[in-house]
């Protein structure tokens, strides 16, 4: 049975650069997914079981949205969360 895992990282975004710049702050979007569904997942599971949901909560959706499409942040801090059902909720870490 999988048990509910809680881990903070710092994500870089620097690859939304290389994108079209009305791109960017989707692309950073993908790239905190990817980067979380990468580091959240377990070592023996199989690759179906690997293809989790990732949540993004409102309020990272709003920072990297802040400085508009064309110029979101070069790195976060996320709050990553994986439930026992597989979900992954990422969220800003309270500081």
Known sequence: ???ELERV??????????VPKTKRAPRAIKEIKEFVRQHMIDKGSDKEEQQKDVW????????????GIENPP????V?????????IEVSLPEE
């Open 1 to 3: 049975m999988v048990e």
């Open 56 to 67: 993004i909560d409102f309020r990272l959706n709003e920072l990297i949205w802040s400085r």
């Open 79 to 87: 709050k990553a969360i994986r439930f026992e059902d597989g979900l």
């Open 9 to 18: 990282f710092t994500v870089p975004l620097t690859v939304t650069r290389n």
């Open 74 to 77: 070069r790195k976060v801090r």
